[in-house]
């Protein structure tokens, strides 16, 4: 099986920069999503990472470190609309199918 | 184009009564997933099916949920004799398969909010 860990919930001020860390345990690893997810709607991709290092994709970044089993999100210049789920989410093994963490409830206030 | 849609929205149903959910994919994927959430959680996996066949249904609870996806287009989650545990909202999903064997991104429906009363 798979063991993700991921904190459960986070603030952080808007316009300021924070990072969300996930943790995982797993044999045979394709690669690790992070999606968002707004209270009631559905998950939005943001990022898939297979290989070690940092993926930068507009405000948001994504590292991975496989070694460790560790990823973090990376979310830059926060705005109100980021307070949203955002759920770690680890495939591996033949069938490539995604387990997902508890998600990290992200609140950004003023 | 056109996303993953998902229907009812919103089912309210009795204890022990029968329920199916349905997922239209995204038109091309060959790959469609089943998951459930309950509130404060992540997505669990209930069963993945590649085209018409159920190619992995390990995550389906006990022998009261089915799934089918007769065309390799839409799917049916089948729910019988519901339990107020069953309350939860209910995800699909699809995705391109890559030639290599893996799956491409997966692109959620907007779910199925489900009540057992």
């Known amino acids: 099986g798979q063991n993700i860990d991921q904190p459960t919930e986070m603030t952080a001020t808007e316009g300021a920069i924070v990072q969300i860390n996930c943790t995982y345990q797993t044999s045979g690893f394709n690669g690790l999503f992070w999606y968002q997810q707004h209270a009631g709607e559905a998950p939005t991709f943001l990022s898939y990472n297979v290989l070690d290092g940092l993926e930068e994709k507009g405000r948001f970044s994504s590292f991975l470190s496989r070694s460790k089993g560790y990823s973090y999100l990376l979310l830059k210049e926060l705005q109100m609309k980021d307070s949203a789920s955002y759920l770690c989410?680890?495939?591996?093994?033949?069938?490539?199918?995604?387990?997902f963490g508890r998600g990290t409830s992200l609140i950004v206030h003023p | 184009g056109a996303g993953v849609s998902q229907t009812p929205s919103n089912k309210v149903t009795e204890k022990g009564k029968y329920v199916e959910l349905r997922c239209d994919p995204i038109?091309?994927?060959?790959?469609l997933y089943w998951y459930r959430q309950s509130l404060g959680q992540g997505p669990e996996f209930l069963i993945y099916?590649?085209?018409?066949?159920?190619?992995?249904d390990s995550g389906l609870p006990n022998d009261r949920f089915f799934a089918v996806r007769p065309e390799g287009s839409v799917s049916t989650l089948k729910i019988q004799r519901t339990e107020r545990g069953d309350s939860a909202v209910y995800l699909c999903a699809s995705s391109l398969t890559l030639a290599g064997g893996g799956t491409d991104t997966q692109y959620f429906g907007p779910g199925t909010r489900l009540t057992v009363l």
């Open positions: 099916f590649q085209g018409t066949g159920a190619a992995d």
């Open positions: 038109s091309g994927h060959t790959a």
């Open positions: 989410a680890v495939s591996s093994g033949g069938s490539y199918i995604p387990t």
